[in-house]
């Protein structure tokens, strides 16, 4: 594997890209990162595109129970939660597998494999973030693949000399525990981090239970006054009583938290590591550059079951191990100038990333619902290495900023099919693709705190290996997906307030229809041919710094367009000007907060207008639950803490606080209820 070639690149240049170089004060080492948005407040009024920043103290505040569950309050942000796992769709781009946006963290990609299969079987814990930036509009050229969704970059937390040390207790309904212990070390400008997490508990589900375990360290610092280097390594281990199965109708309306595949688990162990290096070369010049590292294993034993016309799950002998182990690897870097045309300040971004990954795909047929060995089904092996070109240059005039940028992004994908059905044989195919992305953004300064901003620039996705390449080894006439990004906006900050709106469109050349079981009712996956998204989002937070302080934050979206428009027919079905599936035309949240001097609460409520779960927008539950529309719901969640002494903290969290029972999704296998009323409480002691 080219792994180890990468390996001994990264050991001759290892050097990681950031916007600006980081920063190092006595008390905190801000080790070189990948930046989605600039740290700097000023930098991100400018940027061409719609954003999001959840800081540090919302994170706080909101107590998220997920890595996506903190992204949920985003505009725009339609994120599926079923089963334990949940899945970020944007602008009415379906959540299956979160992949067609790009997920990262500290720049690094987070999907097992981005050109192989991009579904976001392993997310981060949230526990260790310290910030997380989303960007959903112009300027995502700089990242890839599948971005047509936009960016979304998970930030770890740095070294801190105060308050770096903690422990955290909590226990909560259904058997929850977790324990989480942060140390943190800062000497003569270098940093060392631990972050150690553990929890257990039972799921919303019945037979549900799981447990979780993640390591972090960070160390580095600076070298010189112009070289800063950083390493990270993680072991996030899982094992969860997680199931493909949902409920036929028959049986949610019975008992909505029931669940037939008891014996159904997920395994996933992964390991990783991050080399970090900048350089500033000169005041107007920086090399930056990140080599990544990653091998997660996910094995899947899933039972054997069958439903009749009555709607009945009966689980039958056996089961099936689908198990895969991912390999990946890369080197992004990226050189920064600033420099000058006459009166027009430049500021020149150009990087290079080379990228491999593999995965081993092993599936075992089981005698039992509990065996974890058997007779082998298919055993293929999956390849992928991409070569990307991008630059971006942005004029700075008197009021204008100006940005126009190119991606050059060339993949190959194979696949070495083993054994299938037990006949050996050896066959395989592979393809290559080139796609030439460009892209201009623009702001416009009204005043110091008020910018328009506008954009345009294609955005593509690649198929997934075993979609572009079928179980014979041959390749299928199956398209990347293709669109045109529009916006258009505002963007505002006042003291205390600010605000947020964005017009978008999304005009796909071509939309792949989904066909895996994750995917749903579809039973194929093809090109589904032009599709058209057209909406409005809107986001404010007015957030005083008072010892007794009102804060509140909302933000809304409006999608009245998220339809197929093309006249070509699929399995015999014309879908022209369809619905979307998963793609609500209303979606808003709202956070009403009162903080006074130790105490702080915060009541939140969101709301998911009805759904459509499948292509030909089916209206009444089908029998086997997967098809048919998902109820708009609304939800209640309350949040608390109160600061005992300088040192204690006692936490609350409330989710779903009415109780309220509703269809999160009808996929991959039925019906899957949302979580129900769950309550958190936390001890924290600082030292």
Do not use: C
Not at 220 to 247: F, P
Not at 259 to 264: V, W
Request: charged share 20%; glycine share 8%.
């Amino acid at each position: 594997m080219k792994i180890f070639s990468i390996l001994y690149i990264a050991a001759v240049t290892s050097t990681a890209f950031a916007q600006e170089a980081p920063a190092t004060r006595p008390d905190v080492v801000n080790l070189p990162t990948i930046q989605v948005l600039s740290e700097r407040q000023e930098e991100v009024l400018k940027t061409p595109g719609a954003v999001t920043v959840v800081t540090q103290d919302e994170l706080k505040k909101n107590k998220p129970t997920s890595a996506q569950d903190a992204v949920k309050r985003t505009a725009g942000a339609n994120v599926i939660e079923a089963e334990g796992v949940a899945y970020i769709g944007m602008r009415g781009l379906s959540p299956d597998g979160s992949r067609k946006v790009l997920l990262l963290e500290d720049g690094a990609p987070l999907a097992l494999g981005p050109y192989i299969d991009s579904s976001a079987y392993y997310a981060p814990i949230v526990e260790r973030m310290e910030r997380i930036d989303i960007r959903k509009g112009s300027s995502s050229l700089a990242f890839g693949p599948s971005t047509i969704g936009g960016v979304i970059n998970y930030l770890t937390k740095n070294p801190t000399k105060d308050h770096g040390n903690a422990v955290t207790l909590t226990g909560g309904s259904r058997d929850y525990k977790a324990l989480l212990i942060e140390g943190s070390s800062v000497k003569d400008g270098t940093g060392l981090l631990l972050n150690i997490f553990a929890k257990d508990g039972n799921g919303s589900r019945d037979n549900s239970h799981f447990k979780t375990q993640d390591v972090l360290v960070k160390y580095g610092g600076a070298l010189s006054d112009k070289s800063y280097i950083g390493i990270k390594l993680s072991h996030y281990k899982s094992e969860a009583q997680l199931t493909y199965l949902g409920l036929t109708q028959k049986l949610y309306e019975e008992d909505p938290y029931q669940n037939p595949a008891k014996d159904d688990i997920l395994y996933i162990n992964r390991y990783e590591m991050n080399l970090t290096h900048d350089y500033q070369i000169n005041g107007d010049s920086r090399l930056a550059t990140l080599f990544y590292v990653n091998q997660t294993a996910r094995d899947w034993w899933r039972q054997n079951f069958s439903k009749d016309g009555a709607g009945n799950i009966s689980m039958t002998a056996g089961n099936k191990g689908r198990n895969r182990t991912f390999d990946v690897a890369g080197i992004d870097s990226r050189y920064f100038l600033n420099w000058n045309a006459g009166e027009v300040t430049n500021d020149l971004q150009v990087g290079l990333r080379l990228h491999t990954e593999d995965m081993r795909n092993v599936e075992v047929k089981g005698a039992t619902s509990t065996s974890r060995s058997g007779v082998i089904d298919t055993d293929d092996k999956r390849f992928a290495d991409a070569q990307t070109l991008y630059a971006e240059n942005a004029f700075n005039l008197e009021r204008w900023t100006i940005t126009p940028g190119v991606r050059i992004e060339s993949y190959r994908q194979s696949r070495m099919i083993y054994r299938k059905s037990s006949a050996d044989f050896n066959q395989g195919s592979a393809t290559r693709n080139t796609e030439y992305l460009g892209g201009m953004g623009a702001a416009y300064e009204l005043t110091k705190q008020e910018f328009l901003f506008a954009g345009v620039h294609q955005g593509f996705a690649p198929p997934r290996v075993q979609d572009s390449i079928d179980n014979n080894g041959q390749a299928v006439d199956l398209s990347a997906e293709r669109s045109v990004n529009v916006e258009l906006g505002y963007r505002s900050q006042r003291d205390n307030f600010q605000m947020e709106a964005a017009l978008f469109q999304l005009d796909f050349s071509n939309q792949l229809i989904q066909a895996t079981e994750s995917g749903g009712a579809s039973s194929t996956l093809t090109n589904g041919g032009k599709t058209l998204h057209q909406g409005l989002e809107l986001s404010a937070r007015y957030s005083p710094e008072f010892d007794r302080s009102l804060i509140i934050d909302v933000n809304a979206t409006y999608l009245p367009v998220a339809k197929f428009n093309s006249t070509r027919i699929i399995s015999s079905e014309d879908r022209n000007g369809n619905r979307l599936p998963y793609a609500p035309e209303y979606m808003f949240n709202a956070a009403l907060g009162y903080k006074r001097q130790a105490w702080f609460t915060q009541l939140q409520y969101a709301f998911v207008s009805e759904q459509y779960a499948d292509a030909e927008n089916t209206v009444e539950g089908s029998v086997d639950g997967m098809r048919g529309v998902l109820p708009a719901y609304g939800l209640f969640h309350l949040t608390g803490e109160y600061q005992a002494t300088r040192d204690l903290t006692l936490e609350l969290s409330v989710r779903n606080l009415a109780d309220t029972t509703y269809i999160a999704s009808r996929a991959p296998q039925g019906i899957f209820p949302g979580m129900r009323r769950t309550a958190f409480l936390g001890l924290k002691t600082e030292f």
